[in-house]
């Protein structure tokens, strides 16, 4: 039995039980038989929550790029590492084998020295989904310089703060990025943002689009003539197992955002093993994970566990609706995708599409369907399972965050049994514990409560930059002992885990406890209903009382809306109970969300609160005109 790739149920159990009764003894002979180390652990773990303070593989030393490249070159140098696949598909598929990525990385690298950065130094990587994104995070690990990609979506405002919070001393950027059939002016954006920023020493600036940038003597430097002369071989630099290897910003319920720190030696492995093993890759296969490097399931499951596992890895650099919504499959279809990795959002779209552009294409070689980002609901699930998999693909909903770095609880597909909505249970060496407001743990089954992890895993985050006392705040004060994700959860009769949403949305209305992802869920199951989003506001008898955000599908253009309130209602009285019911329901164009497809819940909040005054910073959302729509026709 290899421990490193699980195949069946039984085994999934036997590993677990393993990695739960001596989880040092399981992760070293994982970390030791499947990685290159240039100097062992002293020790495997050390940790006290209450510090907080977590250390893997201490005094062990590496370069994660040496795993993710050189070890690859002797068998695997003429395989594709990265695919990439253009904006316009008619500009051409770019295959980079593991060879022409050591190249490219080692001179990258040497660029990055000869610029002055060195180990520890900061590099703000803004830049779109173009090879260069990826080859410049494994330039900073080479060369032990500590990435933070910014989501190049991200206004001027959101990037200074990043640069500034982290002090970066450099930032990578693009003339430009396409964007389906538009441009955006990356390069202006951050020209705006330096103005804020005078930690910034220079600026490597891709050509990408072709136009016309300002570029500030000095300071801005073309990328292709400094490449053009640097040296092709790099020596890694050897870093310590808890050297930082990226921070990667998140948003908060309040103010900054959190720049959460990751290291290096657990990170590799867990990234590395839970990819195997959530999408149960083979040596031929062709694996695409449809986010954008700025997210942190682009950080572990497009960049450092796919190539640690030797793996093709597609990088996307368009959009679903490009050159039309049959985009995805044609990709699907073009490189016989075997594991295909999306969020809900994007199924919703696209399921709202309909499935003539569908039937175009040739799906068949998917092997697996991954979700990931939010609560998945059932009438997306299906559509998923039905339309796309053709219900021989198992569904992975995989949840986890930023903070801890992979996947934690997730189906293994053609191990696990499947359940709509249910991520399932806990990957291996996940120790999750439901808790009640009294701060007890829950034990049985057929429960809900706050879902925390009673045992450190190998990437969690070490803290966050410039903040330790707000990382023990948020993560480790809620619950003694406990890293507390901020999300509800329920285990069912089998221990089956479904994540019911950000704690924060459970809504207590005449003392019964309501999530609103389930209620949603409801909501979305009506034929004329395309999305929607629910919060609570103050109601004088119920304490609080529930008001629906909905958005219609074309079918529900033109119809009478009080009857499709009353509908609604009665949806929701047959799925959850009258309980549930909606005082107010308000139909909109589209619902705020964030720049990765989380529905900005907060303010809907605020408005249904009628308290408008202060929403905070919008200029982030994807969508920030539908919020004054929201405004002026609220209830
Ligand atoms: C990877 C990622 C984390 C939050 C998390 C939870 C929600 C993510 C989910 C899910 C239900 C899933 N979330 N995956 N909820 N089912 N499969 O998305 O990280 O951007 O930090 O978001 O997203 O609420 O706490 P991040």
């Given at each position: 039995m290899s421990n490193y790739h699980i195949k069946h149920f039984e085994e999934y159990f036997q590993v677990y039980r393993k990695s739960v009764r001596d989880p040092e003894g399981f992760w070293e002979e994982i970390a030791e038989e499947h990685f290159l180390w240039r100097k062992k652990w002293d020790k495997v773990l050390s940790w006290d929550f209450s510090k907080p303070e977590v250390k893997w593989f201490e005094g062990a030393k590496l370069n994660i790029t040496e795993n993710c490249i050189d070890r690859h070159l002797?068998?695997?140098?003429?395989?594709?590492?990265i695919l990439f696949e253009p904006n316009?598909?008619?500009e051409g598929a770019q295959h980079i084998t593991y060879r022409q990525l050591h190249e490219r990385v080692c001179k990258f690298a040497n660029v990055l020295k000869e610029k002055g950065?060195?180990?520890g130094d900061r590099v703000c990587i803004y830049l779109p989904m173009i090879p260069e994104l990826a080859v410049s995070v494994l330039a900073c690990a080479r060369i032990g310089a500590v990435h933070s990609v910014v989501?190049?979506?991200?206004s001027s405002t959101a990037l200074s703060t990043r640069i500034n919070d982290c002090e970066a001393k450099m930032v990578l950027t693009s003339d430009g990025s396409y964007r389906g059939a538009k441009t955006i002016d990356l390069k202006g954006i951050v020209d705006e943002a330096l103005e804020e920023?005078?930690?910034?020493?220079s600026v490597l600036v891709v050509k990408r689009i072709n136009s016309e940038v300002n570029m500030k003597s000095?300071?801005?430097?073309?990328l292709q003539p400094l490449l053009d002369e640097a040296y092709k071989d790099c020596s890694p630099?050897?870093?310590?197992?808890?050297?930082?290897?990226f921070i990667l910003y998140t948003s908060g319920s309040t103010g900054m955002p959190k720049g959460m720190l990751h290291t290096t030696g657990g990170y590799m492995v867990y990234t590395a093993y839970t990819f195997k093993n959530v999408f149960?890759?083979?040596?031929e296969d062709i694996y695409w994970c449809?986010?954008?490097?700025?997210w942190i399931t682009g950080h572990s499951y497009i960049v450092y566990g796919p190539l640690a596992n030797g793996a093709t890895t597609v990088m996307f650099e368009?959009?679903?609706?490009?050159?039309?919504?049959?985009r995805f499959w044609d990709i699907v279809q073009k490189h016989k995708i075997k594991q295909f990795y999306t969020a809900p959002t994007a199924i919703r779209a696209l399921a709202k599409q309909g499935t003539e552009l569908i039937e175009k294409?040739?799906?068949?070689?998917?092997?697996v369907l991954g979700s990931v980002g939010e609560p998945i609901n059932e009438e997306a699930w299906h559509w998923y399972n039905d339309n796309?998999?053709?219900?021989k693909s198992p569904i992975v909903d995989t949840w986890w965050q930023t903070e801890t770095g992979g996947v934690m609880i997730t189906p293994i597909p053609f191990s696990t049994p499947t359940k709509p909505t249910y991520a399932t249970l806990p990957f291996i060496g996940i120790q999750p514990a439901l808790m009640d407001e009294a701060g007890n743990e829950i034990r049985g089954n057929q429960v809900e409560g706050r879902l925390c992890i009673k045992f450190p895993w190998?990437?969690?985050?070490?803290?966050i930059w410039g903040n330790q006392q707000r990382f023990k705040d948020t993560y480790?004060?809620?619950?003694?002992?406990m890293y507390f994700t901020g999300d509800g959860a329920l285990r069912d009769e089998v221990g089956y885990y479904r994540?019911?949403?950000?704690?924060?949305d459970v809504i207590i209305v005449s003392g019964h406890n309501l999530g609103t992802a389930p209620i949603e869920d409801a909501i979305n199951e009506?034929?004329?209903?395309a999305e929607s989003a629910i919060v609570g506001f103050p109601h004088d008898i119920k304490g609080n009382a529930l008001y629906g955000y909905v958005t219609l599908k074309d079918?529900?253009?033109?119809?009478d809306q009080d009857n499709l309130r009353k509908e609604i209602n009665q949806v929701i009285t047959e799925h959850?109970?009258?309980?549930?019911?909606?005082d107010k329901i308000q139909f909109t164009n589209g619902l705020p969300k964030t720049r990765?497809?989380?529905?900005m819940r907060r303010i809907l909040r605020k408005i249904a609160s009628k308290d408008t005054s202060n929403l905070g910073?919008?200029?982030?959302?994807?969508?920030?005109?539908v919020v004054e729509e929201i405004i002026k026709e609220a209830l």
């Open positions: 002797r068998t695997r140098g003429d395989k594709t590492a316009d598909p008619k950065i060195g180990k989501f190049a979506g991200f920023c005078p930690g910034v020493e000095g300071r801005d430097f073309w630099e050897i870093m310590d197992s808890e050297d930082p290897l149960q890759y083979k040596e449809t986010a954008d490097i700025g368009g959009v679903p609706s490009y050159p039309d919504f049959g294409y040739d799906l068949s070689s998917l092997k796309i998999g053709k219900k190998p990437s969690i985050a070490r803290g480790f004060s809620a619950f003694e002992n994540i019911t949403g950000r704690v924060d009506h034929p004329a209903v079918a529900g253009e033109g119809r959850i109970g009258p309980i549930a019911k909606l990765s497809g989380k529905i910073d919008t200029s982030t959302l994807l969508n920030p005109e």
